[in-house]
């Protein structure tokens, strides 16, 4: 029998090894050290066994939370550390492009079972999914998210910034989405600039920019602290039926913002409600059981997320409250009820 000389066996076997290697399972990548003899045993009790997997997996849940820098994924990690619960309950926040982006996420992505929205996120979706309401449901109204249309002096008026420049902070914010449509509703065409509002807060100081479109919980630290000259003011927006589908009535009010609204006045406004929503998943499932115990976690320790070293938006928040729009998850509902009649029987 023919046989290679030892050096062309050699030049073969290291000719052939990166071919061997690019066929090899895709898994086996993760696999680069063997574990010697001794630790062998220690690996292999540190892996989970195949139904701890399982059920680790059956009880996580994705929660679409948005930018890094918003408040909406801070509310995520802060859910995140009161519902953990080890393989019994897993939350999962996912930093996405924005809050106006998680419902997309929530209808599309794999993995995603709730997200934190802005109720006129629907919006989007009214034509391209006709029947987004009854797909989506909400287990909380987390906060409201007031407009503040700040302007320079000499704007009197929303009419007074048709075909002026107005921004409404950079793509993936809540004001980029909801302030132009809010705009569209009131029938006031501007010249949309998307900027950093601390860019923008410069230009309008110089005459370079008409106003600037906040959407977030009040108050807002830049108005807070920011010192500015007479005739700088929020233009007042009056709710009415127009925004009665997505919106709420809210006010600005001179103890959150004393330097720019006077004693005895008030500036009314409209919210946009932030929401936790999940995917209107059928009862019996595995995807609507581990979100109906996410809400039993949740609501039952509401209390934990109150308290101090926790965002200061949680004390304000009402299990009770609804959301225009949408139908409340049952789970939700039925958690609801049990505490009603819970409160109603307990003696006086």
Do not use: C
Not at 131 to 151: A, D, G, K, W
């Amino acid at each position: 029998m023919n046989t290679l000389p030892r050096s062309r066996s050699l030049l073969l076997l290291a000719a052939l090894l990166p071919l061997a290697m690019m066929l090899q399972p895709a898994e086996v990548e993760a696999q680069t050290a063997q574990p010697s003899k001794g630790n062998a045993q220690a690996v292999r009790r540190s892996l989970p066994q195949e139904t701890e997997k399982e059920r680790m997996n059956a009880w996580t849940v994705g929660l679409a939370g948005g930018l890094l820098e918003g408040a909406p994924i801070r509310l995520a990690a802060e859910m995140a550390r009161v519902v953990d619960d080890g393989a019994n309950l897993h939350l999962l926040p996912i930093v996405t492009r924005g809050a106006t982006e998680n419902l997309n996420s929530l209808l599309y992505l794999r993995g995603v079972d709730t997200a934190i929205i802005n109720s006129d996120a629907l919006e989007e979706y009214r034509i391209q999914v006709p029947q987004i309401r009854s797909r989506i449901t909400y287990l909380l109204n987390l906060f409201p998210s007031e407009l503040h249309v700040f302007v320079r002096p000499e704007i009197a008026s929303l009419q007074d910034l048709a075909g002026k420049k107005v921004n409404f902070n950079t793509q993936g914010t809540a004001a980029a989405y909801s302030g132009p449509l809010i705009f569209s509703r009131l029938g006031v065409e501007v010249e949309k600039t998307f900027i950093p509002h601390q860019v923008a807060l410069e230009q309008m100081r110089k005459g370079e920019m008409a106003a600037v479109v906040f959407i977030t919980s009040k108050p807002v630290d830049a108005f807070v602290r920011g010192r500015w000259e007479t005739g700088f003011k929020f233009l007042p927006i009056q709710y009415d039926s127009k925004f009665e589908d997505y919106y709420l009535p809210a006010t600005l009010e001179p103890n959150e913002y004393p330097n720019l609204i006077k004693q005895g006045e008030r500036v009314s406004t409209i919210a946009v409600p932030t929401a936790l929503v999940a995917f209107n998943w059928p009862p019996q499932s595995n995807r609507y059981q581990r979100v109906a115990r996410f809400v039993d976690y949740l609501f039952s320790r509401i209390d934990r997320l109150q308290a101090p070293g926790f965002d200061p938006k949680w004390k304000s928040i009402n299990l009770a409250a609804t959301v225009p729009g949408l139908a409340r998850f049952p789970a939700a509902q039925q958690w609801l009820d049990r505490s009603k009649a819970r409160s109603a029987q307990a003696p006086p």
